[in-house]
């Protein structure tokens, strides 16, 4: 993942295989397309993260500006 802050130069993140929203969303969309148990990534906790990623969207779009 590619992080870019303001006025720095951009990095990329090192994440393990079991950080990161990616894998969060990845665990629940298997779990309904195979219809197995959801017992981590709760629809709310999902949710949540969707959230975050969209406010992060936001947020470079707008150079880091909330408005």
């Known amino acids: 993942m590619k992080v870019n802050p303001n006025n720095v130069p951009g990095f990329y993140a090192e994440l393990s295989a079991d950080q990161g929203y990616y894998y969060q969303l990845k665990y629940y969309a298997e779990a309904l397309v195979n219809d ?18 969209e406010a992060e969207i936001e947020s470079a779009d707008r150079n880091g500006v909330w408005g």
């Open 36 to 53: 197995r148990p959801i017992t981590t990534a709760t629809a709310h906790s999902t949710m949540g993260s969707i959230e975050i990623l």
